[in-house]
């Protein structure tokens, strides 16, 4: 294989994140990079764009149905076998880790492929990441949401003022060895019960 | 599922939290990160686990459900996993270097036997009573004789052919599917379209009318009858009773490490294994099932698969196959040799191999019947040849009434009538 633009072909169910690889792709120099988010009708995508590389998330169930027609390749003369290099078990295990592998056909040199993978794992975990850092953003504004819920419910039902709510809520959490938002919670609950 | 609670030493999913790993003896990590995919026929994995089996052993078992079996592959391989729910004929072409990444396993232990039923659509058994003849319930072989019919009209009526679902390409269900076609004379390679659907999209596949047909394992099949989507045409007792289904895989050289680990493990194993066979406690193995973190499927279902009461059609029709789920009687567990390489012969039939010394070398060598026996003792294991004749007594027949030989391979694949072009070692100078 000579050192001619690689075609890429990247499926991925998410579509923020196929996107997030696909610019990777193209600030690396990249221009024939095609994004699917669904397998269906992948055989005949990979007829027609017949790609060197294949970047796939490993969390889709279709999986297996790749591997299907990766066994049907290798009967039409064209192998596509997934990307593992023997001599560097570590960077393949956290491919593996993060949830995404690259297949590539028969003969392509490693060099070639593994800034692709390695780029791929590092933009597949800062996603992850992402991800994380949202979910926690949200569960935070949801307990500071109950937090001024049950204040509110202590000022009009024992008269007390917001300072005095909010160190009544801290130290009961305190006592109860639990996290604010919880007896918070409770506070919610309970009020939702009784009034 | 309140009871589950408490009784299991077992920790499912993600594994964290777990306690740092102990040694055993010197050995490496107790506790074992074992991957499955969401089957029934995982069930003894997930009883050693529940029930305390593993512990007992002084083992954890870390069960991580996974969505693809090319992914259990690859995290076994990659040491992700320490061993594996694996599809029978994986650690086959693993072996023989087969599939897009091939890395030694092996199978010391057998999962057991069943599971596995092949269902059509509605509308193509419909064709099969009204074109190909079919009266009452017919039985595998008029089955596939009867879609047989169907299938030439269709051909000449210029219909496009039908498309089947199988779950991976080294899978028991691709081989018994291909089984079946072939005894009624179909050609799967030439006459249907064969395609790869995961076990739980198989029933919304079938009522979307994207595929014709499946063959998985339990608890799917039923499910597409119960939902009046699909009949089902034939099960795995029907083909061959004694078809290898699951097994645990893992690397050789981890077995080799950790020797005392791997006979601990066969011992929960077995354990375990004789538990789910007692049909006192099928109706708590069906309770840890249906639960999300396992199967994830009604225990009803669940409950109706295990004892082998299969409603066949919508309307209701109800057929019991005895034994449908063995896990541990008649040796069950016990890994042979001899089907591993059955299951090269069936690869070889299809195109997917050719036979050589080496091959057959490599296959056989994927099971492992010596570290069963070093774990459970010679009282535990079948008396006569780890490589003997298959099908040849009357409770285990194939369906087409063939006798496999494993001394004489080639000639087993060159008399089926139906096989892939230049199968069998004709073109033998490849390897």
Same mark, same amino acid.
């Given at each position: 294989?000579?050192?001619?633009?690689?075609?890429?072909?990247?499926?991925?169910?998410?579509?923020?994140?196929?996107?997030?690889?696909?610019?990777?792709?193209?600030?690396?120099?990249?221009?024939?990079?095609?994004?699917?988010?669904?397998?269906?009708?992948?055989?005949?995508?990979?007829?027609?764009?017949?790609?060197?590389?294949?970047?796939?998330?490993?969390?889709?169930?279709?999986?297996?149905?790749?591997?299907?027609?990766?066994?049907?390749?290798?009967?039409?003369?064209?192998?596509?076998?997934?990307?593992?290099?023997?001599?560097?078990?570590?960077?393949?295990?956290?491919?593996?880790?993060?949830?995404?592998?690259?297949?590539?056909?028969?003969?392509?040199?490693?060099?070639?492929?593994?800034?692709?993978?390695?780029?791929?794992?590092?933009?597949?975990?800062?996603?992850?990441?992402?991800?994380?850092?949202?979910?926690?953003?949200?569960?935070?504004?949801?307990?500071?949401?109950?937090?001024?819920?049950?204040?509110?419910?202590?000022?009009?039902?024992?008269?007390?003022?917001?300072?005095?709510?909010?160190?009544?809520?801290?130290?009961?959490?305190?006592?109860?060895?639990?996290?604010?938002?919880?007896?918070?919670?409770?506070?919610?609950?309970?009020?939702?019960?009784?009034? | 599922?309140?009871?589950?609670?408490?009784?299991?030493?077992?920790?499912? %999913?993600? &594994? #964290? =939290?777990?306690? +740092?790993?102990?040694?055993?003896?010197?050995?490496? @990590? /107790?506790?074992?990160?074992? $991957?499955?995919?969401?089957?029934?026929?995982?069930?003894?994995?997930?009883?050693?686990?529940?029930?305390?089996?593993?512990?007992?052993?002084?083992?954890?078992?870390?069960?991580?459900?996974?969505?693809?079996?090319?992914?259990?592959?690859?995290?076994?391989?990659?040491?992700?996993?320490?061993?594996?729910?694996?599809?029978?004929?994986?650690?086959?072409?693993?072996?023989?270097?087969?599939?897009?990444?091939?890395?030694?396993?092996?199978?010391?232990? %057998?999962? &057991? #036997? =069943?599971?596995? +039923?092949?269902?059509?659509?509605?509308?193509?058994? @419909? /064709?099969?009573?009204?074109? $190909?003849?079919?009266?009452?319930?017919?039985?595998?072989?008029?089955?596939?004789?009867?879609?047989?019919?169907?299938?030439?009209?269709?051909?000449?009526?210029?219909?496009?052919?039908?498309?089947?679902?199988?779950?991976?390409?080294?899978?028991?269900?691709?081989?018994?599917?291909?089984?079946?076609?072939?005894?009624?004379?179909?050609?799967?390679?030439?006459?249907?379209?064969?395609?790869?659907?995961?076990?739980?999209?198989?029933?919304?596949?079938?009522?979307? &009318?994207?595929?014709?047909?499946?063959?998985?394992?339990?608890?799917?099949?039923?499910?597409?009858?119960?939902?009046?989507?699909?009949?089902?045409?034939?099960?795995?007792?029907?083909?061959?009773?004694?078809?290898?289904?699951?097994?645990?895989?893992?690397?050789?050289?981890?077995?080799?490490?950790?020797?005392?680990?791997?006979?601990?493990?066969?011992?929960?194993?077995?354990?375990?294994?004789?538990?789910?066979?007692?049909?006192?406690?099928?109706?708590?193995?069906?309770?840890?099932?249906?639960?999300?973190?396992?199967?994830?499927?009604?225990?009803?279902?669940?409950?109706?698969?295990?004892?082998?009461?299969?409603?066949?059609?919508?309307?209701?029709?109800?057929?019991?196959?005895?034994?449908?789920?063995?896990?541990?009687?008649?040796?069950?567990?016990?890994?042979?040799?001899?089907?591993?390489?059955?299951?090269?012969?069936?690869?070889?039939?299809?195109?997917?191999?050719?036979?050589?010394?080496?091959?057959?070398?490599?296959?056989?060598?994927?099971?492992?019947?010596?570290?069963?026996?070093?774990?459970?003792?010679?009282?535990?294991?079948?008396?006569?040849?780890?490589?003997?004749?298959?099908?040849?007594?009357?409770?285990?027949?194939?369906?087409?009434?063939?006798?496999?030989?494993?001394?004489?391979?080639?000639?087993?694949?060159?008399?089926?009538?139906?096989?892939?072009?230049?199968?069998?070692?004709?073109?033998?100078?490849?390897?």
């Amino acid at each position: 294989m000579t050192n001619r633009d690689l075609t890429i072909l990247v499926i991925d169910e998410n579509a923020i994140r196929a996107s997030i690889i696909e610019e990777g792709l193209h600030e690396a120099g990249h221009r024939k990079v095609t994004v699917i988010h669904e397998v269906q009708g992948v055989a005949r995508i990979i007829d027609s764009l017949r790609p060197d590389v294949i970047v796939i998330d490993i969390e889709n169930p279709n999986r297996d149905m790749m591997e299907h027609l990766f066994q049907l390749t290798r009967t039409v003369g064209r192998p596509i076998a997934m990307f593992v290099d023997r001599s560097d078990t570590a960077s393949i295990e956290a491919a593996v880790e993060a949830g995404v592998s690259a297949y590539i056909v028969d003969g392509l040199k490693k060099e070639r492929v593994k800034p692709i993978l390695d780029m791929a794992v590092s933009r597949f975990n800062a996603f992850s990441r992402l991800q994380r850092e949202l979910a926690d953003a949200r569960s935070a504004l949801e307990e500071r949401k109950v937090v001024e819920r049950a204040k509110g419910i202590l000022m009009k039902i024992r008269g007390l003022s917001e300072e005095e709510a909010f160190a009544l809520l801290r130290q009961t959490a305190m006592n109860e060895k639990k996290k604010m938002s919880e007896i918070a919670q409770s506070v919610v609950t309970a009020a939702g019960l009784l009034m | 599922m309140a009871n589950l609670s408490g009784i299991g030493s077992g920790q499912a %999913s993600t &594994g #964290r =939290g777990l306690p +740092a790993p102990q040694k055993l003896r010197g050995e490496g @990590a /107790r506790t074992l990160r074992a $991957g499955f995919i969401p089957l029934v026929d995982a069930s003894v994995l997930v009883v050693a686990c529940e029930f305390g089996f593993a512990h007992k052993e002084g083992l954890t078992l870390d069960l991580v459900k996974d969505v693809s079996w090319a992914n259990v592959r690859d995290r076994l391989a990659f040491r992700q996993f320490d061993i594996a729910h694996m599809l029978s004929p994986m650690p086959v072409a693993a072996m023989l270097g087969l599939g897009s990444n091939p890395s030694p396993a092996i199978a010391p232990f %057998s999962l &057991g #036997r =069943g599971g596995n +039923a092949i269902t059509l659509s509605n509308r193509l058994y @419909a /064709r099969m009573v009204e074109e $190909g003849g079919l009266g009452g319930i017919g039985d595998a072989l008029a089955n596939t004789q009867a879609l047989a019919t169907v299938l030439r009209r269709m051909t000449s009526h210029g219909e496009a052919p039908p498309t089947l679902g199988v779950t991976y390409p080294f899978s028991s269900h691709n081989y018994e599917f291909r089984y079946w076609l072939a005894a009624g004379g179909i050609d799967p390679d030439r006459d249907v379209k064969l395609v790869v659907v995961p076990p739980p999209m198989t029933s919304d596949a079938l009522a979307a &009318g994207a595929i014709d047909g499946f063959c998985v394992g339990a608890p799917w099949n039923m499910v597409a009858s119960e939902r009046g989507v699909g009949r089902i045409v034939a099960a795995k007792q029907d083909i061959w009773p004694s078809a290898p289904e699951k097994v645990i895989g893992m690397r050789p050289e981890w077995a080799e490490a950790n020797p005392e680990t791997v006979s601990r493990l066969i011992v929960a194993l077995d354990a375990a294994a004789r538990w789910c066979d007692d049909p006192q406690n099928r109706d708590s193995l069906s309770d840890v099932l249906a639960d999300q973190r396992y199967v994830g499927a009604p225990v009803e279902i669940i409950r109706r698969v295990l004892s082998g009461e299969f409603t066949i059609d919508a309307e209701g029709q109800r057929r019991v196959i005895d034994d449908y789920f063995v896990f541990h009687r008649g040796f069950a567990n016990y890994p042979r040799s001899g089907h591993a390489l059955w299951i090269y012969s069936q690869m070889a039939r299809w195109g997917q191999v050719r036979i050589t010394p080496a091959g057959m070398t490599a296959a056989a060598s994927a099971y492992r019947p010596d570290l069963y026996r070093l774990a459970l003792g010679d009282d535990a294991t079948p008396i006569g040849s780890d490589i003997g004749i298959e099908g040849a007594s009357a409770d285990d027949r194939f369906m087409d009434g063939h006798i496999f030989d494993p001394t004489a391979i080639e000639a087993y694949v060159e008399g089926f009538p139906v096989r892939a072009a230049g199968s069998a070692s004709a073109f033998d100078a490849e390897n």
